[in-house]
């Protein structure tokens, strides 16, 4: 039976990565990749990044970690890999130079604005531009780069553990518990480098936090994949919710003005609870509440990943052009972005998806 919930879920998380997306571009707070602020004075949309940017992409890690339970059981391993080697793997290495790196032509000119220097002069080749595009247009491809790297150790602990002892021991926790394992998520946090040197890759260790995502992937799978577990959340998801809601609000109200995404942040006690709090008390909130479906629902299980994969595109293209070619006030270029991030993201994605063999490079679609 389809867990609709999860669905749900995922496709609202997906959502609500386009919406972050918008303000994460024109916020100054020093987040590395966008372009910059859009006005004077201490930009109070910004608050947006803070109360999404600790649980969205943990939720969707641990939400992988559960289908992937799922499609195991269904799957062999084989035939599971060589799945998530197309939807994955494809689209964040081929797809790149197939369409992303039109993003990595906005990612560049972006850079080019921040920094105050041309990042490719003139005179350099176009095919070495056409390349420097490509790698340059990973922006949030990270994601299922990583996920498809996740996927490669989560087969080897299953090899460690041929009889699921380890799964079937995790149906017996209770709810304090399932509270407890946030520790883990604690730990995991602290694997980022505090201190990332210029010009190292230590900067792109702290994009993808390997060791951090793997925690919300296992627990997804180990853990919250269980009927009983997932009731146990339902039940409690109005005092998580509150939990969650008290402690993100004390994390925004005295960390407000930092750049949410350093290290020294995200390794912060407060913002971990937050973070965790906030996944299990969404993933108990849709199971009570939103465990239906319908011809929106429907379309949107179905379409929400390629939106996501498409989605940045908008973003750099759009919000840069605004940004440098135009003097709209900042609330009609974020009214802009935000409409066209949620109405063309999608036209792209259908279009994409009728194209034979770019569909297949680009979305990972087989027909």
């Given at each position: 039976m389809r867990k609709?919930?999860?669905?749900?879920?995922?496709?609202?998380?997906?959502?609500?990565v386009l919406l972050y997306h918008v303000f994460y571009f024109y916020n100054n707070k020093g987040v590395f990749g966008g372009i910059g602020g859009v006005g004077d004075g201490p930009q109070y949309q910004d608050v947006v990044m803070y109360f999404l940017y600790p649980w969205f992409m943990p939720l969707l890690f641990l939400l992988s970690g559960i289908s992937a339970r799922y499609a195991l059981e269904k799957h062999s391993a084989g035939e599971w890999l060589k799945a998530r080697t197309r939807k994955l793997l494809v689209p964040g290495t081929i797809g790149l130079f197939v369409f992303q790196w039109m993003t990595g032509y906005f990612n560049t000119a972006v850079s080019s604005y921040v920094s105050g220097t041309t990042m490719l002069p003139e005179g350099v080749p176009d095919v070495v531009k056409y390349f420097a595009w490509s790698l340059s247009g990973i922006g949030p491809l990270w994601f299922i780069q990583l996920l498809w790297v996740l996927c490669l150790v989560l087969l080897a602990v299953r090899a460690l553990d041929k009889k699921d002892k380890l799964w079937t021991a995790c149906s017996q926790l209770n709810i304090v518990w399932l509270i407890l394992l946030g520790v883990l998520f604690w730990a995991g946090e602290q694997t980022l480098i505090r201190d990332p040197r210029p010009e190292s890759a230590d900067g792109l260790y702290n994009l993808y936090k390997p060791l951090f995502y793997l925690i919300p992937f296992l627990l997804g799978y180990f853990v919250f994949s269980h009927d009983e577990v997932q009731k146990k959340l339902?039940?409690?998801?109005?005092?998580?919710?509150?939990?969650?809601?008290?402690?993100?609000?004390?994390l925004i109200g005295t960390t407000?003005?930092?750049?949410?995404?350093?290290?020294?942040?995200?390794?912060?006690?407060?913002n971990c609870i937050y973070g965790y709090l906030m996944c299990l008390a969404m993933m108990g909130w849709f199971q009570a509440k939103f465990n239906r479906t319908g011809?929106?629902?429907?379309?949107?299980?179905?379409?929400?990943?390629?939106?996501?994969?498409?989605?940045?595109?908008?973003?750099?293209s759009l919000g840069y052009m605004m940004k440098v070619y135009t003097q709209l006030p900042p609330a009609a270029m974020y009214l802009l972005l935000t409409l066209a991030v949620f109405t063309l993201s999608p036209l792209l994605y259908e279009l994409l998806r009728r194209i034979p063999f770019v569909r297949w490079c680009a979305l990972g679609i087989k027909k």
């Open positions: 609709h919930w999860m669905d749900n879920l995922r496709w609202v998380t997906v959502l609500l339902a039940d409690a998801w109005a005092p998580l919710m509150a939990c969650a809601l008290i402690s993100g609000g004390v407000f003005g930092q750049d949410n995404t350093s290290p020294q942040y995200l390794g912060s006690p407060l011809k929106v629902a429907g379309y949107m299980t179905r379409s929400s990943y390629g939106i996501y994969i498409v989605h940045y595109l908008v973003i750099a």
